[in-house]
């Protein structure tokens, strides 16, 4: 289940760590976010070092679908609802910026700009209140009747100058520079000191980019977030699009172009819950495409927020040199590159004109909140054999991919009980 980024990319090898550390900035975490961040206070001068428990970005980055868009999904007229017009505006211009920063890199990363369009199969008064709030904050945007997809839509909003991009060919290129440990997993938080089981580094500020963030004592990530799951066929003989297609429906398609496959996105499910998985997207391609095989098949995972924001800045607010950069909403290679701009400025005493959309510290009192406390509250009075040793909550049997997942915070594992993704650190016993 190997993805085509992991397939046709060769990643650098770091060592161990072995011994003590000292170091300006300390980086948990090697995902695209990690090591955007550290190339960047590297850039500007700053000691930095990252650790990372297995290899770099052979977890979600290493899954994803790669697209670089301010579009995400329907949320504009939610934003001006949740936060006001000039709120929303700055979360557009921030993820905007940072398709204009990934241009800048100029390394060879296949980065092509495309249009990204969000189409609705039935709601066309989804996409009227969408269009209405982006005309209100100033995006560059555009309403179409009709997409070059195989089945009828009721209308669509397209973003010109997106991009998508192979990533771990960026990685591949950034990465040999930056001060990294492999197979260094932080085991205890002290003050300004992360202890691994060959040595201890002692920074002066410490960002967390764990996908999940590890740390549950402060910033309360487990009541702020749940995991999401979906899947992606790579199609062979497939009619290839002209940019990137998503469905504003939770349960809808998208659609990319990566060289001569078709990248067909979809069966998504909350972790531990039933869901649509490969199966759905291998009815649709024989009905659509009769004529394509599957060339490769994986499956991610999205850290949720309450509030389709994500969690990027101080920890908590107690924890004045500690950071976080999680709950990317899918969205995981714009937010990156956001969450680099912002915590690259914080950690260095300057104010970032985005931290405020992004505040971890901001209200919590959002409808999702109940519905996580209450999977939660369920999932840990359910009986199971099998409990996730993060916060002891059922695990549940996943048989599309034979793995047991937690549906209350997103970890799961083998069926042997070998740990495949956060928040928990260890096994299961």
Known sequence: MKSLWLDTAVLPE????????????????????????????KQEGVDCILLEADRICRGVTGSTTAKITAQHGLIY??????????????????????????????VGCD??????????????????????????????????GTVPLPFPVSGAI?????????????????????????????????????????????AEKIIVATHFPILNKHGSYFLKMYQHRSYVLA??????????????AKTGLSFRTAGDLLLLGGGAHRTGKPGGGWAELEKFARVHYPEASVAYRWATQDCMTLDGVPY??????NTPDLFVATGF????????????????????????????????????LRPQLAVNTAEAVANLLSFSKKRCPHLGCALKWNAQERTWDCPCHGSRFTEDGKLLDNPATGDLK
């Open 312 to 317: 990027i800045g101080q920890y908590s607010a």
């Open 14 to 41: 770091f060592p161990v760590l072995d011994g003590d550390r000292k170091t300006e900035v300390l980086i948990i975490g090697g995902g695209i976010a990690g090591i955007l961040c550290a190339y960047r206070l």
């Open 329 to 364: 909403n899918k969205w995981g290679m714009s937010s990156a590159m956001v969450a680099s701009m912002i915590l690259c400025d914080l950690v260095q005493g300057r104010k970032n004109r985005y931290a405020p959309v992004f505040s971890p510290s901001r209200t919590v």
């Open 77 to 106: 007229d939610k934003l001006i609802g949740r936060f006001g017009t000039e709120r929303a505006k700055l979360y557009y211009e921030a993820n905007t910026a940072a398709i204009g920063a990934y241009e800048a890199l100029s």
């Open 158 to 202: 397209r973003f010109p100058d997106q991009a998508q991009m192979h990533p771990l060919k960026l990685i591949a290129a950034l990465a040999p520079e930056l001060k990294i440990f492999e197979h260094t997993a932080a085991k205890e938080f002290v003050g300004d000191r992360v202890r691994t089981d060959r040595g201890t580094v002692t």
């Open 235 to 248: 199609l062979r003989n497939a009619p290839l699009t002209d940019g990137m297609y998503m469905d504003e």
């Open 111 to 144: 980065l092509e700009k495309l249009p990204s369009c969000i189409y609705s199969v039935n709601h066309p008064e989804k996409l009227a209140k969408e269009w209405t709030a982006l005309k209100r904050i100033g995006a560059n945007a555009e309403y179409t």
